[in-house]
């Protein structure tokens, strides 16, 4: 009896263990945040009690073999709710780079008609480097500093310029 306590609370929990990786990965690994990210407590807590009260019922009433054909149920559907987050969580970053990259060329073309805005180059940096163009954006920040040299525009640079030091590093 003991060792089934054991065996449904572990399962349980490691159940509520993958389901809270997977809705924490949106903000953790694409770095998507959307106002408060502390929404994977509710269904934690309800997975872990159906699956735990599921199991114990279960194995009370059918017996231990019911048991683990549920719980390979429950990993599989599991596995799909992973598979089907991770496709849109992909789905969603490729969306708001494509976002990025329009604003990107709109910020060019604006340039070419006032190739003195300062915060047009601002803007392209900080757009450059989110989208991980570090040359294109270091560029952008030091024109920028030319045009208006502001502490803000120093520190893009410098930043830039660890960030391109840093990436040259690693690849050697």
Request: glycine share 6%; net charge neutral.
């Amino acid at each position: 009896m003991a060792v089934l306590i054991i065996y449904i609370t572990c399962f349980s929990f490691f159940c509520v263990g993958i389901l809270v990786w997977t809705l924490e990965r949106r903000e953790r690994r694409y770095r998507l945040s959307g106002g408060y990210q502390g929404d994977s407590l509710l269904p934690a807590a309800i997975t872990f009690i159906s699956t735990y009260l599921t199991n114990f019922l279960l194995f009370f009433t059918r017996g231990a073999g019911y048991v683990f054909w549920l719980d390979l149920a429950i990993l599989g559907l599991l596995g799909a709710f992973l598979w089907l987050k991770e496709k849109s969580y992909k789905e969603e970053v490729e969306e708001l780079r494509q976002g990025r990259i329009n604003e990107a060329a709109a910020l060019e073309a604006a340039l070419l008609k006032d190739p003195a805005n300062t915060a047009c180059r601002e803007s392209l940096a900080e757009l450059y480097k989110t989208l991980g163009e570090f040359k294109k954006a270091l560029l952008h920040a030091q024109e920028a500093f030319r045009m208006d040299p502001i502490e803000k525009n120093r520190w893009q640079i410098k930043t830039l310029q660890s960030e391109l030091e840093e990436r040259s590093a690693r690849k050697d």
